[in-house]
């Protein structure tokens, strides 16, 4: 097979030739990159799906003040169970996936992972809340909804202007009563619930631990994704700097010289570079 090793741009109009060793790093570097993005992608859909529920409870609120349409309420009640279902179903792919991101980043070095495992236990451990959410993932997913109460509450408050106004709050509440009991809820969980639980309480402090665990698993990776974003950002800084910047969304690709030129692999390189999903502190 007389393989040639290259980066083209999208239009497929220049290439920059590539050693088969280059061509092997820049896979590795990728496939770091890769990982790297989908711990901070994952945890961003899991805060994402957070704020859609908040904003799913103030529209809510706003609709049982006005008391005008039932059907507007009805439907703001199944769109709120819909997106904590989402935020759970985030919560749970964040979670279980985590270990195989880092272990991507740093296949040789099981120890890290194993520092990841145990930072997982401890927070598991520590926090009734991470418990009960990660529970709540089987519950919906098999027997029942995500929510069972919602209160309204208003009070008269005075404004800036020295005027009085009535305010209104919404809460929403997981009832113990109505989880069915340990055949369909995890049975230690279940243990542990008392009564009425207040949702947004219990996602807030969750949203501390999962943030925990991101930060863990960045700073785990923290070495390899650097060295891996400064070989991507080498390569194409040479082909930018040979055929401009109008040809920078490129590809690697491994083909043939053949007639046929046949693609064996191909990958892009410049969508991971310099990522927005990052915060300022992994680029």
Do not use: W
């Not at 990159?33 to 529920?53: C, D, E, M, P, T």
């Not at 904590?84 to 270990?99: E, M």
């Not at 309204?152 to 408050?157: P, S």
Request: net charge positive.
């Amino acid at each position: 097979m007389d393989s040639e090793f290259y980066i083209v741009s999208r239009k497929q109009d220049v290439r920059l030739a590539l050693t088969q060793e280059q061509f092997k790093e820049l896979k590795r570097a990728r496939k770091r990159l890769s990982s790297a993005y989908a711990i901070s992608h994952k945890h961003r859909l899991v805060l994402s799906n957070y704020k859609l529920i908040l904003e799913a409870m103030r529209s809510l609120g706003e609709q049982y003040a006005r008391q005008d349409d039932i059907k507007a309420i009805e439907d703001g009640k199944a769109r709120l169970n819909a997106n904590i279902n989402n935020y759970v179903l985030s919560a749970r792919i964040f979670t279980s996936q985590l270990k195989r991101h880092v272990q991507t980043c740093v296949p040789q070095d099981r120890e890290l992972v194993n520092v990841l495992s145990r930072k997982m236990e401890s927070e598991y451990k520590r926090s009734f809340a991470f418990r009960f959410i990660d529970s709540l993932y089987d519950y919906v997913a098999h027997y029942g909804l995500s929510i069972h109460t919602i209160k309204m509450k208003t009070e008269m408050k005075q404004n800036d202007a020295g005027l009085f106004e009535r305010l209104y709050y919404i809460n929403a509440f997981i009832e113990k009563d109505y989880i069915g009991g340990p055949a369909e809820f995890r049975a230690s969980v279940f243990d542990e619930v008392s009564g009425t639980l207040d949702l947004i309480k219990m996602l807030t402090t969750f949203n501390q631990s999962l943030k925990r665990l991101h930060d863990q698993a960045m700073e785990l990776i923290q070495d390899v994704f650097v060295k891996a974003n400064e070989l991507v950002n080498e390569f194409i800084g040479v082909f930018v700097s040979e055929y401009g910047n109008e040809h920078a969304n490129l590809f690697v690709v491994h083909g043939t010289r053949m007639s046929s030129d046949k693609v064996y692999d191909t990958f892009p390189i410049s969508m991971y570079v310099n990522n927005h999903n990052f915060g300022r502190e992994y680029v």
